[in-house]
């Protein structure tokens, strides 16, 4: 059993077997002209698919941003508003794994995000195998470093990774990230170009050259897209870069890749 956001639902439908069929002969659900491609939850988690007797499945058509897919679940059993509890570092690091909530009767049930788990990068990194034992209670959450002189996008990014687990500091330029990270070492760092006295190109080589953070995984996010700053910021090591403004859900699909990354290379 498992949770799914409302806020990423758009439609909730029963369909024949035989429409079904098509569906997937087709790869995807198409509804009120969107196209969504279309997934069976229990692929997307490595569990068995159960067999369905029925004479109807049940679909779930989610969007986030630019996103869509169709999903395809045994069945829908409620709407409920839920407390989100912390998850362990473990399953942090899985990506589509939004945190848990425990059940009236006790049991543990993992919220998710299913296009995170649908997209081809964030699969790529390994196949995600979900146990319930690793769910802990308050345990350490992952630490991400938003660098911008925009108030405004601080809050945006800090909300962003708040929603998805993180435990978010922030820091108006570099010389404020570079005096945060004297003192804790971020799981994840996003940072801006342009900020006075420290731009993104200058702490950016700071990180790399701390033992500490050379390999902490670095977003850049800049309305400075251009080829040079993008090759400037490759050749400094930063692992990623985002023109603004950013899609929420492409960040978070890089996010979660890179820390699942780390975790495969230590």
């Known amino acids: 059993e498992y949770a799914i956001s409302v806020a990423m639902i758009e439609q909730a439908q029963k369909i024949k077997q035989a429409e079904l069929a098509n569906a997937y002969s087709a790869g995807e659900v198409v509804w009120a002209g969107n196209h969504y491609p279309l997934h069976h939850i229990a692929k997307l988690l490595n569990e068995p698919i159960a067999e369905n007797d029925q004479g109807y499945a049940s679909i779930l058509l989610l969007r ?23 998850i362990g570092a473990e399953l942090a690091r899985v990506p589509g794994i939004m945190g848990a909530t425990v059940s009236g009767d006790g049991r543990v049930i993992l919220i998710l995000n299913p296009l995170l788990l649908a997209n081809r990068e964030v699969l790529a990194v390994g196949a995600v195998k979900v146990k319930v034992e690793e769910v802990q209670n308050v345990t350490h959450k992952l630490k991400a470093l938003v660098v911008d002189d925009s108030l405004t996008m601080r809050k945006v990014l800090g909300r962003l990774l708040e929603r998805e687990g993180f435990e978010v500091l922030v820091a108006k330029d570099g010389m404020d990230a570079m005096q945060l990270l004297q003192e804790t ?3 994840i760092i ?5 900020m006075p006295r420290m731009d993104g190109f200058g702490l950016s080589r700071n990180i790399r050259d701390d033992a500490r953070t050379a390999n902490t995984p670095l977003i850049m996010i800049s309305s400075r897209t251009a080829d040079k700053h993008q090759n400037l910021a490759q ?27 780390k975790k495969v290379l230590h």
Not at 241 to 247: E, N, R
């Open 64 to 86: 986030s941003g630019n996103y869509r897919i169709a999903l395809q679940v045994d069945e829908m059993l409620s709407n409920q508003e839920v407390v989100i509890k912390p």
């Open 185 to 187: 070492v971020p799981d």
């Open 190 to 194: 996003l940072t801006d170009i342009e």
């Open 235 to 261: 050749d400094i090591g930063v692992d990623a870069f985002f023109g603004k403004p950013v899609q929420d859900d492409e960040l978070i699909a890089k996010v979660n890749a890179l820390i699942a990354s």
